[in-house]
C-alpha cells in the first residue's frame, strides 16, 4: 500500500487486511452497476468517507447487504447453525487485530478468525 493511501478504518489498524479490503471493495466496484454505490467506494478508497460511514448508506446495502441476505438463504441448515453457534460464542475473545471483538468496529470482528 502506498504511503498517501488512506488506512482503510475496517482494517483494525493492519495495513495487510486494510489493502484485503481495498481490493475487496475495488472487485465489487468493478462489478456493480450501481452508480451510486461506485461512487460511494470512490470516496472510501480516496479517504474522503470512512468504510463505516459508508457501510451505513442505502448505497451500500443496496448492493452489499442484499448479496450477504441473499448468500445467506442459498446456506444449508448445518452452515446456519453453524454461523448461529459462532454468534452465541463467548464475547470476550480476541480478535486478529489484539482488541476484544465485541467492541472492535473493524473486520476482524466479522471474519471469523479463531481466537488468540
Known amino acids: 500500500m502506498a504511503d498517501h493511501e488512506p488506512m482503510m478504518d475496517g482494517g483494525c489498524a493492519d495495513p495487510a487486511l486494510s489493502q484485503e479490503l481495498r481490493d475487496a471493495l475495488t472487485l465489487l466496484r468493478e462489478h456493480s452497476d450501481d452508480e451510486d454505490f461506485r461512487t460511494l467506494v470512490d470516496d472510501v478508497l480516496t479517504g474522503r468517507c470512512s468504510l463505516v460511514e459508508?457501510?451505513?448508506t442505502a448505497?451500500?446495502?443496496n448492493v452489499?447487504?442484499?448479496s450477504i441476505a441473499q448468500?445467506?438463504?442459498q446456506l444449508t441448515a448445518e452452515e446456519k447453525a453453524r454461523?448461529?453457534?459462532q454468534a452465541e460464542s463467548p464475547r470476550d475473545a480476541i480478535?486478529?487485530?489484539g482488541?476484544?471483538?465485541a467492541s472492535c468496529a473493524g473486520?476482524?470482528?466479522l471474519r471469523g478468525s479463531p481466537s488468540q
Do not use: Q
Open 54 to 56: 459508508a457501510s451505513s
Open 59 to 61: 448505497a451500500f446495502s
Open 64 to 66: 452489499v447487504f442484499a
Open 71 to 73: 448468500e445467506f438463504h
Open 83 to 85: 454461523l448461529a453457534t
Open 95 to 97: 480478535g486478529t487485530c
Open 99 to 101: 482488541l476484544p471483538c
Open 107 to 109: 473486520v476482524c470482528a
